[in-house]
């Protein structure tokens, strides 16, 4: 099977992690500067082999939703689609284990690149819907983002930094009369970024790379019903050898709430911690503390439709930014409308 997608971003913010000294991101609609921009988001092909098991992707493409990313969607026997992610959380390591961010090309900075991935399901003995066994992904990509260039303001160029990655893991629905009991999956990665790579402070490196991991776990069900409920929780840990790091390494967890009032079935509830050892060695310049710990937590509100609102609140009891010598708390009341 062949399909393909374009998308367009267009993106107008404000420094808001900034203000709260946050290094590691507290809001992930705010990354790097320009905070005004209109882009060519996403323009890929992909190609599917061996009933849909082989899947080979070329364009321009968003790594860091393949890749580290714990809110990433799963099946489950009953609802193949249902379980739209373990977290709403809105902090950027959910999406970018910290130990990544500044290499991973990702949003809004997506890049040119070929990704593959193999999964053991979907085979004729198999349900293709239903994720239940072990997967392999890699990828490709423009690396120059790590060099500060925007990768998704500009063509590609491949003769120069690259950025690879790879990751295995497993996806288990493991209980068939109970289809959504005990649903998870648990990942390893690695990766590789070329340089040559610089810090503001004048530390250098020709290359350098890094691992990460993840595990997200249904828990328990509150209730029989149709509609996806229980409590989710997440582990997260990343961990580089860099010198030009912005983070070296990090750990985070978390726990979501799906559904926990029978007459309110599609509002949800979490809370999440991260802690992320900075990088702030004088010759890389960034002028951090040594670490930076967050906790964030946020009630997400069914309004009408596939019309949500979300509060959040977020406590940086050590911020990161080294000017921020005291606690920070932001509030953040957001609305989306998935589609």
């Known amino acids: 099977m062949r399909f393909f997608e374009a ?6 913010g404000q420094q808001v992690n900034e203000a709260a000294g946050s290094v590691q991101g507290y809001n992930s609609l705010e990354a790097t500067a320009p905070l005004n921009r209109t882009e060519l ?9 061996n009933g849909d098991q082989i899947s080979l992707r070329i364009g321009k493409l968003i790594p860091s939703l393949n890749f580290g990313n714990v809110s990433r969607p799963f099946g489950t026997q009953s609802h193949p689609q249902l379980f739209p992610s373990s977290t709403s959380l809105i902090y950027t390591p959910i999406f970018v284990v910290p130990s990544m961010l500044g ?20 085979s004729p003995k198999n349900d293709p819907a239903v994720p239940n066994g072990w997967y392999f992904q890699a990828g490709i990509y423009d690396g120059r983002g790590a060099q500060g260039i925007q990768t998704g303001l500009n063509w590609p160029d491949f003769s120069g930094a690259l950025f690879e990655v790879a990751e295995i893991g497993g996806v288990w629905t493991p209980f068939a009369h109970q289809p959504d009991d005990g649903a ?3 990942a390893l990665g690695a990766w590789h970024q070329s340089g040559p790579l610089s810090a503001p402070g004048g530390a250098t490196e020709s290359d350098t790379g890094g691992f990460y991991t993840y595990l997200v776990q249904k828990i328990v069900r509150f209730r029989q019903s149709s509609y996806q409920n229980g409590i989710i929780g997440f582990l997260q840990g990343g961990w580089n ?3 030009t790091a912005i ?10 709430a799906i559904g926990p009032f029978p007459q309110r079935p599609l509002d949800s509830y979490g809370v999440g911690f991260s802690i992320a050892g900075l990088n702030d060695s004088p010759t890389a310049g960034y002028g951090f503390n040594s670490y930076e710990t967050m906790i964030q937590t946020y009630a997400q509100y069914h309004l009408i439709s596939n019309l949500y609102l979300q509060p959040v609140l977020t406590i940086l009891p050590n911020p990161g930014v080294k000017g921020a010598s005291s606690p920070s708390i932001a509030g953040t009341l957001q609305l989306t409308f998935p589609f």
């Open 41 to 49: 988001y996403q323009l890929w092909l992909n190609q599917t082999f």
């Open 103 to 122: 290499f991973i090309p990702g949003y809004y900075n997506s890049a040119f690149g070929i990704y593959g991935s193999w999964k053991s399901w979907g």
């Open 184 to 186: 998870g999956s648990i």
């Open 241 to 243: 050898n860099s010198r």
């Open 247 to 256: 983070i070296n390494n990090s750990f985070g967890l978390g726990l979501t």
């Open 7 to 12: 998308e367009l971003l267009q993106f107008n």
